[in-house]
């Protein structure tokens, strides 16, 4: 991926993946020092690396014994390309006794914080303490380095916390340098992709949206381009670069529901036809949704129609443009790095050796066939909004928080209903008005997007209830709104937030006095796990 000329294409980190629960998070703090990186399968062949150009490879840890049956491999040759390698924990061990070295089961484990000792001179440890805080996540260890080796680091558990063969070019440690625990993990990281590999941090977002483009411009030529618009960050990030990259040639689908948040379906129109001079085509289809879901109450069911129908509204689209005679030849998708790892499904052992798209999840109708293109799936989701930025995608969008593909319908407890729709829309633009203003006062203090405290997701769900309440001298049954904010990172774990009283006061004053049809405002104080972040 060259960002910068010839010199860029030989700066790729390859990070070879055993199963880490850490490997998205090596990959990512490579790019934290500017560096292009990879995620690779770990069994890839050692010729197959070397047409991949690496400057430098780095192997990931993983959750097996490297003595078990089905324990993950590396191709030996691939440490024997010359090419800088340095391996953590798991990769520590496979790179020991694929060597010669050998590893034993410890009596002892050691998980969590540890304090390393230097054992002299390190190129890979530099100038870093002789005693230092690590991260530990292991029971085996190498009890004995390879030819050529020398011990750099042990604890009291642990004889051989780092070892390195500079004549080599091999390093490797038995902790996790990549984690924020590790107090210089990130300055040990920066030693071996600068010091000993000879790298530059050049790999910057100043010049990735005219690489894009470019890219975008050649393989597409004069045929078009068909884009789902949904109005979130990934999709608005490609029709984005579409437009700068093709303008008209890409048609912008925006299939509007009738199941968004107030005022979204104007910002979307107003941002693609007014900023970006792109084919853009919004989706009344508000009525014909309406007619699918009346009456309908589980939610696995409203989840179907609404995926259903949204395909197709949106191959009718496409037909109509084939007819009207501009046939469509790619299918552009804001498909990203994370979701095409994950897509892979680990399915062999933890490895990420079946790396896809989620193309095959869109359910082409009998005869209809794109060809994609997916310009933003070597990209994680904060480079992502990065880019936004620098197209002029306005911070509304670029910052949106997540919001699921069926909309308020999974916010509506129990059928959907033109009047319950209303209710969630109003009491759900309260929610956000106040809680964007709480995160930008916390923004403003801590200089910080998404600081300690911040939500990062927040919301109103109406339960299929109504509740007795007191509205000047007369008895009210009506319905009560659920105020749901979390702080998270990654929605894979997540805390309600600890917002302040005077700020959940604001919250539920202005819902019950300016949302006819509410009379009670509750907050769900549910971490995930045991729930979920969305009610349905």
Not at 68 to 79: G, H, Q, S, T, Y
Not at 128 to 154: C, I
């Amino acid at each position: 991926m060259a960002l910068n000329g010839n010199d860029q294409v030989q700066q790729k980190v390859l990070v070879l993946d055993f199963g880490a629960q850490y490997g998205q998070l090596i990959a990512r703090r490579v790019r934290d020092l500017r560096v292009y990186s990879e995620i690779v399968a770990c069994d890839a062949p050692a010729a197959e690396i070397a047409a991949m150009k690496p400057s430098a490879i780095i192997l990931s840890g993983g959750p097996a014994s490297v003595y078990a049956e089905d324990a993950p491999k590396i191709d030996p040759e691939v440490l024997e390309l010359g090419v800088p390698v340095l391996g953590f924990c798991y990769g520590h061990q496979i790179m020991a006794v694929t060597l010669g070295g050998e590893v034993a089961h410890s009596e002892v484990g050691e998980y969590g914080p540890a304090v390393i000792s230097r054992s002299g001179a390190s190129e890979l440890l530099g100038d870093t303490p002789a005693e230092q805080t690590v991260w530990m996540s292991h029971r085996d260890a190498v009890d004995r380095v390879p030819e050529g080796f020398t011990v750099t680091s042990k604890t009291d558990v642990c004889p051989v916390a780092s070892m390195e063969c500079p004549e080599r070019k091999l390093y490797s440690t038995q902790f996790h340098p990549e984690v924020r625990h590790t107090e210089h993990g990130q300055e040990i990281l920066s030693n071996f992709l600068f010091n000993i590999c000879g790298l530059e941090p050049t790999w910057t977002m100043d010049n990735l949206v005219e690489q894009k483009v470019a890219e975008i411009r050649e393989k597409v030529g004069d045929d078009r381009v068909i884009l789902a618009l949904s109005g979130g960050v990934d999709s608005s990030v490609v029709a984005a670069l579409g437009a700068r990259a093709i303008g008209r040639q890409m048609t912008c689908v925006f299939v509007n529901h009738g199941l968004l948040r107030k005022g979204e379906p104007e910002q979307v129109e107003e941002v693609f036809t007014k900023q970006f001079d792109v084919d853009f085509i919004h989706v009344h289809a508000e009525e014909r949704y309406a007619a699918l879901l009346d009456g309908v109450t589980e939610p696995e069911e409203k989840r179907r129609i609404i995926g259903t129908q949204f395909w197709n509204e949106f191959f009718a689209v496409a037909k109509q443009l084939e007819e009207d005679g501009r046939p469509v030849k790619y299918l552009a998708q804001g498909t990203i790095y994370p979701d095409i790892i994950e897509s892979g499904a680990r399915k062999t052992g933890g490895k990420a050796s079946t790396i896809k798209s989620h193309h095959n999840l869109i359910p082409f109708p009998e005869g209809v066939h794109f060809d994609l293109i997916e310009p933003l799936d070597h990209f994680f989701k904060d480079e992502v909004r990065a880019l936004g930025l620098a197209l002029g995608l306005p911070e509304h969008i670029v910052y949106r928080q997540p919001f699921p593909g069926p909309g308020l319908a999974i916010r509506i407890i129990g059928a959907v209903s033109p009047e319950k729709l209303e209710i969630l829309k109003n009491a759900d633009a309260i929610v956000r008005e106040e809680l964007d203003a709480y995160n930008q006062r916390l923004f403003e203090e801590t200089g910080e997007r998404n600081s300690e405290h911040s939500c990062w997701q927040y919301f109103a769900v109406l339960p299929d209830i109504r509740s007795v309440g007191v509205m000047g001298d007369e008895r009210t049954y009506a319905r009560p709104v659920i105020l749901r904010a979390v702080e998270s990172s990654d929605a894979m774990t997540a805390d309600w937030a600890k917002l302040p009283y005077d700020v959940l006061a604001r919250i539920s004053g202005r819902i019950v006095a300016e949302v006819p049809g509410v009379n009670r405002v509750a907050y769900d104080i549910t971490s995930k796990p045991p729930a979920t972040i969305e009610w349905e």
